[in-house]
């Protein structure tokens, strides 16, 4: 069974850093894209950084390139959103969800398993 954990999520000020963690466990890691999405109160759900397991290439939005780094420790099946610089416009819940394929558009449509996702709240 496929299963994704999120942890890391929390309340901080502007301008601060937090660090998402998606454990993964129920699949071969290295066979399956990896990313992040988050959905905002009012708001569809939206890519945000994404990793293939083909060539780790990355994928960022425009709204955090700079600001977010995703990395993955396959040894721990884990995948990190390393979120700095953070924005009241960042608060939203955020998801990891995965796929098996190794390349990603990083479009929510693609992404077969799901998270039960992580609150991220930026304050003013």
């Known amino acids: 069974e496929v299963q994704l954990v999120e942890s890391g999520g929390g309340l901080v000020q502007a301008g601060g850093s937090l660090r998402l963690s998606c454990a993964a466990s129920g699949f071969t890691f290295d066979d399956y894209a990896i990313g992040w999405f988050r959905q905002a109160p009012g708001k569809e759900r939206e890519g945000v950084s994404c990793i293939s397991s083909s060539d780790g290439s990355t994928y960022y939005a425009d709204s955090v390139k700079g600001r977010f780094t995703i990395s993955s420790d396959n040894a721990k099946n884990t995948v990190y959103l390393q979120m700095n610089s953070l924005k009241p416009e960042d608060t939203a819940v955020y998801y990891c969800?995965?796929?098996?394929?190794?390349?990603?558009?990083?479009?929510?449509?693609?992404?077969?398993?799901w998270g039960q996702g992580t609150q991220v709240t930026v304050s003013s």
């Open positions: 969800a995965a796929v098996p394929s190794r390349d990603s558009y990083c479009s929510v449509y693609e992404y077969d398993y």
